[in-house]
């Protein structure tokens, strides 16, 4: 869809990245934490949890790793959070423990190269199965394929003309900010203030005809509300947001992994990358990890749902799809470091390498260690529509698992309630999304001690995330299959509630029909519960002692 208009530009922004930074009226900076009955507010009751339930109970400290686009480990609401690997010396340019991974102090970067550089943006997996095809199919005639070839080389037609027409729109999009942006940059020049207001700009000299057009854009702009200031980020953001579209996104005939160094064909390959957690945008990540573990005890900032954990990072998403092997990867570092439960707020259309996530998935549940998992930001049924990663494993087996019994699949709660308490934007599916869980204008960390408010499925994860965070630290006996039951079977949400469908323009639906359960997250019913259930999983005496506690880089690589 084209844009037509500078006030539909904003709207469509927002609809197409389901991601945004502020609301037409916000919640309390606190929303998540609070509770129905006692605050007017569907949070996760998280407040009334410590205070009614969790005071002055014991707990044992988890580790929580969160892989994503990078994590600010010097934030002050992180800082004191942070995983520290405890057999490695920071920055001495050695692999103290034998890992295979020098200096990974906060966690491991997969996504950078060994002389410091990191990959920052990246393509669409569509673009790079793309690319991957129209080089198998070069010159030839398509007449002389095979059934099975003509359907793959149908798919790659179809691919090319989605990917054309993505990359001149996003394009087209990109050039319309850019041409906004310099009228917005035109008016605070000529008014010589940051961020001018109705009657500064009603003063100017509309002689200038550069002046004169600036003058009417914003006119129109700020009698909708806001400012120049607001409204300046938003267009920076939109051509930002295009232009990576048109330049990364689509762009079949760019490479970038040769920053990585490492053989990407090769899929058991693990040992690459460098120690940079926070690479060159931490933005995503640092909010994600704000949203799970902040500090609770430093008085500042904001606070986190879990109080006694540790964030360990792992960068493995650019700006672009992340890559199926760096996946992999990084759910095995993390299971190899000791995390009881990983966050993960990323997932795209395609997938290159399927095999090797669920090789991972399989060995993260094989030692006991909960997933939890972003739903999209789409609007889609992921019951009928691709999204990847998922629970579900591609090669099943005769006596397999057909599916991670410990993976959790959140959906976008909104604080709005009634009507309007699923996202517009967030992914749904009665069968492939477990949960809904709080996701929009939601406050937390910004690398370099910042803070803000963001909309999507990344943020409900990592909320989800901090409540199974709290049940496996006060609970530790309790298994990670046995977590996401207590969290699935103490949801909450008014009985056959109905909402506005996700991706519709008012569009009614039961709420039972977006995801299994039916309903959001609740700590507090959750930690109730927990208390009552008797342990079934024995002690993994050795995650329990940590594998980097004498555990070579040859014992890493022969387990998985």
């Given at each position: 869809m084209k844009i037509k208009n500078s006030?539909?530009?904003?709207?469509?922004?927002?609809?197409?990245?389901?991601?945004?930074?502020?609301?037409?009226?916000?919640?309390?900076?606190?929303?998540?934490?609070?509770?129905?009955?006692?605050?007017?507010?569907?949070?996760?009751?998280?407040?009334?949890?410590?205070?009614?339930?969790?005071?002055?109970?014991?707990?044992e400290t988890i580790i929580v790793a969160v892989i994503d686009g990078g994590v600010d480990p010097l934030h002050e609401d992180l800082k004191d959070v942070m995983w520290n690997n405890p057999n490695e010396i920071p920055n001495n340019g050695k692999d103290d423990d034998g890992n295979g991974y020098i200096d990974d102090y906060y966690g491991w970067n997969f996504i950078g190269g060994k002389n410091g550089e990191n990959v920052h943006h990246?393509?669409?997996?569509?673009?790079?199965?793309?690319?991957?095809?129209?080089?198998?199919?070069?010159?030839?005639?398509p007449s002389s394929l095979s059934k099975k070839d003509k359907k793959l080389y149908d798919k790659y037609l179809e691919m090319g003309q989605t990917i054309e027409e993505q990359r001149s729109e996003a394009g087209e999009n990109a050039a319309f900010y850019g041409n906004l942006l310099e009228v917005v940059n035109v008016l605070i020049e000529a008014t010589g203030k940051d961020d001018p207001t109705m009657e500064d700009v009603q003063k100017l000299d509309t002689d200038d005809e550069a002046v004169g057009r600036a003058v009417q854009v914003a006119m129109s702009m700020l009698s909708e509300g806001g400012s120049v200031k607001e409204i300046k980020k938003e267009l920076e953001f939109g051509l930002k947001y295009f232009s990576g579209h048109a330049e990364f996104y689509y762009n079949p005939d760019i490479e970038v992994r040769g920053i990585v160094g490492d053989d990407y064909s090769n899929s058991k390959e693990k040992y690459y990358g460098n120690n940079n957690v926070k690479g060159p945008d931490a933005s995503h990540g640092t909010h994600v990890a704000g949203l799970i573990a902040a500090s609770r005890k430093n008085g500042v900032g904001m606070d986190g749902i879990a109080d006694n954990v540790k964030i360990?990072?792992?960068?493995?998403?650019?700006?672009?799809?992340?890559?199926?092997?760096?996946?992999?990867?990084?759910?095995?570092?993390?299971?190899?470091n000791g995390a009881s439960i990983i966050n993960m707020s990323f997932g795209k259309g395609q997938s290159w390498d399927k095999k090797a996530v669920d090789k991972a998935v399989k060995y993260a549940m094989k030692n006991d260690v909960l997933l939890v998992h972003a739903a999209g930001n789409d609007g889609k049924n992921t019951d009928s529509e691709s999204n990847f990663p998922n629970d579900k494993f591609k090669k099943k087996g005769l006596f397999g698992p057909k599916n991670a019994k410990n993976w959790l699949e959140i959906g976008a709660l909104s604080w709005k309630g009634g009507k309007e308490s699923a996202a517009s934007f967030s992914n749904y599916g009665k069968?492939?999304?477990?949960?809904?869980?709080?996701?929009?204008?939601?406050?937390?960390?910004?690398?370099?001690?910042?803070?803000?408010?963001?909309?999507?499925?990344?943020?409900?994860?990592?909320?989800?995330?901090?409540?199974?965070?709290?049940?496996?630290?006060?609970?530790?006996?309790?298994?990670?299959?046995?977590?996401?039951?207590?969290?699935?079977?103490?949801?909450?949400m008014t009985k056959s509630a109905s909402v506005v469908k996700p991706g519709t323009k008012g569009e009614m639906i039961s709420f039972s029909e977006l995801c299994v359960t039916g309903g959001a997250i609740n700590a507090y019913e959750a930690v109730k519960k927990a208390e009552n259930v008797k342990p079934k999983k024995k002690?993994?005496?050795?995650?329990?002692?940590?594998?980097?506690?004498?555990?070579?880089?040859?014992?890493?690589?022969?387990?998985?």
């Open positions: 006030l539909f530009i904003l709207l469509l922004l927002f609809s197409v990245t389901g991601y945004t930074q502020y609301s037409v009226s916000t919640p309390p900076e606190n929303w998540q934490h609070l509770d129905k009955m006692q605050d007017g507010i569907m949070g996760v009751s998280a407040d009334k949890m410590y205070s009614d339930l969790l005071n002055g109970k014991s707990s990246d393509q669409l997996e569509v673009t790079r199965l793309y690319k991957v095809y129209r080089e198998k199919f070069k010159n030839v005639d360990m990072a792992i960068r493995c998403v650019p700006d672009g799809d992340e890559r199926d092997k760096d996946v992999a990867n990084s759910i095995i570092y993390a299971v190899d069968d492939n999304v477990d949960l809904f869980s709080p996701g929009v204008d939601v406050y937390s960390t910004k690398p370099d001690n910042q803070y803000e408010r963001e909309n999507g499925t990344s943020m409900a994860s990592p909320v989800a995330a901090g409540v199974a965070a709290v049940i496996r630290s006060y609970y530790p006996e309790l298994s990670a299959v046995q977590v996401k039951e207590i969290l699935m079977e103490t949801t909450t002690k993994n005496k050795w995650r329990k002692s940590g594998v980097k506690a004498g555990k070579s880089a040859k014992a890493n690589k022969d387990r998985v």
